[in-house]
């Protein structure tokens, strides 16, 4: 459940920020900043109490989240299946998002996973806002 509560938060942000004024090359470079920062914070949080992707470590989600939403409006039914979307991929971890999380050690394994889950999401969600207005 914490990592659905920190999807929610981030979605919040998102949501508030409104990151849509911002260029395509502003949002990448935003969401590749806050990954960079996330996987410091995870190194020295996971460095300190020995602990590897640990519940209340949610920063990893926020990374997902943020990247989930590059080049999509943060509005309406978007923010929904953005968010489904994340979740259900964060949640069941399909090919390559479970080896990862499996397979790569300390900050790596924690964040990597919900990256490469929010690259996933952000896709599909862009065929399905193109399918929407289609």
Partial sequence: MPGTCGSLLALLFVYIVG???LTL??????AAAFTLLSWF??????A????HDDSQ????EFAGIFITFIGVAPAGLNLLA???????????KPFPIGWIDKNLPGAAGTLLDDVVAGVVACGLLHIIVQQAWL
């Fill in 82 to 92: 953005g968010f489904i979307l994340f979740r259900v991929l964060d949640i069941f």
């Fill in 57 to 60: 470590v949610v920063i990893d």
């Fill in 19 to 21: 990151t849509s004024h």
């Fill in 48 to 51: 300190q109490t020995h602990k």
């Fill in 25 to 30: 090359a502003l949002q990448i470079c935003f």
């Fill in 41 to 46: 914070l995870i190194s020295l949080y996971e």
